[in-house]
Every structure is written in structure tokens, then in C-alpha cells.
T-cell receptor, first 110, second 114 residues
């Protein structure tokens, strides 16, 4: 079993839709949870960063962490074609290596 | 541009040859990481430097792989006797005093082994 599971999609939504992306994990030691966005042939870019459980909002993006269920989510409101990318969840127990999901490929159709 | 830069962006080589990738991190960052990403997968951790000290290595980093950061600035990743399974994107990232996971990635060096 992988430490981090993420549905690879692909996911296609119309412009303006609310997008929900999710990851589950098995290691209860994970305390730091990240979402990275990766455009084609580019490196990942940090989008959201949360510590422990709870919600964090940044503009159209909301990250949620439920440690009791070992489940994290990223919501994108009013999705735009420029949001089309691969979204990677990542997590860490505080050590220097991150564990990434496989990424979910999102396409927002104008 | 003051981001993380990697060179070359794409390398095509024949099996058995040696290749070297270079990473220049953000100048004030003392932490540097190498990750490998294959098609359809997330990045996998390879190694971590704090300043010039290599503090952590993944089991993925076989004897054919070696990484250095001689003066605590740029880093190199060398792969000796390349194999077709080494074909991947090699990503470098750096971070400063921020928390674990707040990494700034470069655009990667894509390796194709024929």
C-alpha cells in the first residue's frame, strides 16, 4: 500500500465549477500537508500549506485536513481555464522528505 | 529570475553513459533537495542537503547515483552507467527557514536513456 493515495483522474469540469480534489494517507505521523500545482513540463509550485487538522483558505482555494480520517482535500471555487494542471498532494512527518500522491490531472473547459 | 534553475533541461543519452545535472537554488536558501518524477507519478525523494552536508539519502539513490553540494551553493547529481529505468524528470528544490514542505522547485532536467 502506498503511503499517499490520490485519484489520478483525469478530471474535466466546465469553467466556473467547484472542483474537489482528495488524497488519503496511511501514516499517522504526517503533520504537514501541502498541495502543489504542476503545469505540463514544469516543476511543481506550492499552492497551499497546512499544519495538522483544519481548514485554510487562500482566494479561490481551500485546503482541508481531517487527520482522524487520514483524508485531505483541496477545493477550487469558480474554476478557470488557467487552473488546468496536475494537482499533487504532499505530506511530511516533519522530516526532510515529502511523500507525494500521483497527482490529479484537471482540465477546466471554457 | 531568482528562482531555482536546473541545467540541462533535457538530456538524451545512451545506456551505459554517465550524465550530470546541475541545480542552482535560490541564493538565500540553505536546504536543497533532489527528487525524481516518472510519467504519471508524483515526485519521489532522492536526497537532501543542508548547506554542504548531505544529511539524508533515499534507498532509491543506488550506488550509481551521487550528489554533491561542494560549497553549500549549487548542487550536482551524477548518474553513472545509465540504465533505461533511469529515464525520468530530475527535480531540484530549495527551501530556507520555512517549515517542512515549503519547497521551491526548479523546472527539472528530463533524462531520456536510449
Amino acid at each position: 500500500q502506498k503511503e499517499v493515495e490520490q485519484d489520478p483522474g483525469p478530471l474535466s469540469v466546465p469553467e466556473g465549477a467547484i472542483v474537489s480534489l482528495n488524497c488519503t494517507y496511511s501514516n499517522s505521523a504526517f503533520q504537514y500537508f501541502m498541495w502543489y500545482r504542476q503545469y505540463s513540463r514544469k516543476g511543481p509550485e506550492l499552492l497551499m500549506y497546512t499544519y495538522s487538522s483544519g481548514n485554510k483558505e487562500d482566494g479561490r482555494f481551500t485546503a482541508q485536513v481531517d487527520k482522524s480520517s487520514k483524508y485531505i482535500s483541496l477545493f477550487i471555487r469558480d474554476s478557470q481555464p488557467s487552473d488546468s494542471a496536475t494537482y499533487l498532494c504532499a505530506m511530511s512527518g516533519g522530516a526532510n522528505n515529502l511523500f507525494f500522491g500521483t497527482g490529479t490531472r484537471l482540465t477546466v473547459i471554457p | 529570475d531568482t528562482g531555482v534553475s536546473q541545467d540541462p533541461r533535457h538530456k538524451i543519452t545512451k545506456r551505459g553513459q554517465n550524465v550530470t545535472f546541475r541545480c542552482d537554488p535560490i541564493s538565500e536558501h540553505n536546504r536543497l533537495y533532489w527528487y525524481r518524477q516518472t510519467l504519471g507519478q508524483g515526485p519521489e525523494f532522492l536526497t537532501y542537503f543542508q548547506n554542504e552536508a548531505q544529511l539524508e539519502k533515499s534507498r532509491l539513490l543506488s550506488d550509481r547515483f551521487s550528489a554533491e553540494r561542494p560549497k553549500g551553493s549549487f548542487s550536482t547529481l551524477e548518474i553513472q552507467r545509465t540504465e533505461q529505468g533511469d529515464s525520468a524528470m530530475y527535480l531540484c528544490a530549495s527551501s530556507g527557514t520555512s517549515g517542512p514542505g515549503e519547497l521551491f522547485f526548479g523546472e527539472g532536467s528530463r533524462l531520456t536513456v536510449l
